[in-house]
């Protein structure tokens, strides 16, 4: 039941996202107006700690099902794929190895700027 209760906020969540989308004068996705609205709801402390926890472990434990009509589609094309294979799997190699380089950049720097910032201990905050 609780984990009805779960997927029940998140659905209702992407509703609302999607009937803002409608309304709103730009063009955003419904689905990422429901993350920005879940996010707020999490920081907000409304949904209290780890109150998607079932959810969170169902979608994760049952993520390669979630893959098998990709990837059956694909295989109906496979024959539009073929002539451009090596070129999505070169796309696919170097923006990875791209993606990694700046991952290692970011952390590096951020790692950077936090060891110059001043740390504070508990007695000089009192």
Request: net charge neutral; proline share 5%; glycine share 4%.
């Amino acid at each position: 039941m609780k984990l009805l209760k779960e997927l029940a906020i998140l659905f209702l969540l992407c509703m609302v996202g999607e009937v803002l989308s409608y309304f709103l004068p730009f063009s955003i996705p419904g689905s990422v107006i429901g993350l920005f609205l879940l996010l707020a709801l999490l920081f907000s402390g409304k949904l209290g700690a780890d109150p998607l926890a079932l959810t969170e472990n169902f979608f994760l434990t049952n993520m390669p099902l979630f893959f098998i009509p990709s990837i059956c589609s694909l295989i109906t094309i496979i024959s539009v794929i073929g002539d451009v294979l090596a070129a999505v799997l070169f796309i696919c190699i170097v923006t990875t190895v791209i993606t990694f380089f700046v991952t290692a950049y970011v952390v590096k720097l951020v790692s950077k700027l936090q060891n110059n910032l001043p740390s504070k201990t508990v007695q000089e905050e009192n």
